[in-house]
């Protein structure tokens, strides 16, 4: 996998957006997988930016979803599906009719995920996935022992991802569900493309982990280091454990610019 260090989480953003709009300017309908939480935030302002400036046309854009919560209804301010309605669909004037996602109220969970999992391959598939990373190293909400041939599947939360979701539902995990559709690792290692951008002291050891450990479940997004094209992005600080990172400075400062990421 390529591993590129960047200043800060601006940096990140920035040249993840700009793999985005290569992206969208070579398949205008290409379909981004996205992913919620405050990591990815500096990459929807910059691809956001791009769009209104005129450098990147964005109307024919598909969006796909990697997890939702189960149970929660769709219009609820904290569902994931309106949360990306938020944060990526509406400031970049893309409608929920390009937008695909697991249906977290189905009465039949597994029927939705085994759905989820068909409607990413009858959309041709992910053209490039946007990932994040737990400090255990999980990836969507698979977390350490999934299955690294895993697909869209239920998951139980820990009590320590609810008490840390607490904050998003007035502080009250009672309200923060018990259970989540994610999209398994080897649904996510079907994308043509793999970005997963890290940001934060606090994440140094599972980067460390996933680019330079061994290929683990105890690891899940070790499991990048399988795919053809992954791409790690990180700060600084969430590079501080990396052995490697001079040379990884050397290699991305002297790879032919027509490369991208």
Known sequence: MEVVIVPDAAAGGELIAEAMADLLRRKPDALLGVATGSTPLPVYEALTAKARAGAVDVSRARIAQLDEYVGLPAEHPESYRSVLRREVLEPLGVGMDQFT????????????????????????????????????????????????????????????TRIDNARFFGGDIEQVPHHVITQGIGTILEARHLVLLATGEGKADAVAATVEGPVAAVCPASALQLHPHATVVVDEAAASKLKLADYFRHTYANKPEWQGI
């Open 101 to 160: 996602g697991p249906d977290g109220t189905a009465e039949d969970v597994q029927g939705a995920c085994e759905a989820y999992d068909k409607a990413l391959t009858d959309a041709g598939g992910v053209d490039l996935q946007l990932l994040g990373i737990g400090t255990d190293g999980h990836i969507g909400f698979n977390e350490p022992c999934s299955s690294l041939a895993s697909r869209t599947r239920i998951k139980t939360l820990t009590e320590q």
